[in-house]
């Protein structure tokens, strides 16, 4: 998938006192890359639900428009219960950003 098919799309969520974007682009990709090691195994363990891999996906969401932000302060804020609000914006953000595939081809088509 190349960054241009990335729709350029997030949404709203909230943590702490906070409101947030949850942009999925490829900043954001490389971010959670860099802090999780393997993009795949980030991807496995956000099925999941795994906590390490929420804190990593939001720290490198927010990351991506507050270089200030640390890993450990996302930590702190995050709490068991924001679990199952996180995981519906997460799949919400995932689906707004990836690209839209044409049936017939099985390709992604920009849009």
Sequence with gaps: MKASELKNKGIKFKLGEKEYELKLNMNTFCELEEV?????????DLQSMKLKAVRALLYSAIKVEDESVTLKAIGEQLGL???????SAINEALTKSMPEVDETSGEAKAT
């Excluded at 219960?81 to 995981?87: C, I, Q, T």
Aim: glycine residues 12%; aromatic residues 12%.
């Design 36 to 44: 999780y090691g393997d993009l795949n195994a980030a991807f496995d």
């Design 81 to 87: 219960s924001d679990l199952e609000s996180l995981g």
